[in-house]
């Protein structure tokens, strides 16, 4: 999975691992530390990597509860 921020400044983008490499917990503190608005999500197809899908999803579930709850 990566992950781009969508602003015109160009802060660049983070490579993230759905196999547990990466936690939501980094990829909250890079989305903040660039005050990352929109974000693009890119990475295989499900075709390729079947379940994939739902890992993401799964990853991208604890990043914004984990968001949600800190009260920001």
């Known amino acids: 999975m990566g992950l781009r921020s969508g602003d015109a400044a160009g802060t ?3 490579a993230s691992s759905w196999r547990g490499a990466t ?3 980094d990829v909250r ?6 005050q ?3 974000l ?3 990475g295989n197809r499900e075709s390729t990597n079947p ?5 993401v999803e799964a990853f ?10 800190d009260g920001r």
């Open 12 to 14: 660049g983008s983070l």
């Open 23 to 25: 936690r939501p917990s």
């Open 29 to 34: 503190v890079w989305l903040e530390a660039h």
């Open 36 to 38: 990352v608005a929109t």
């Open 40 to 42: 693009n999500v890119a």
């Open 51 to 55: 379940g994939l899908g739902g890992r």
């Open 60 to 69: 991208l579930a604890r990043l914004l509860v984990a968001k949600a709850g």
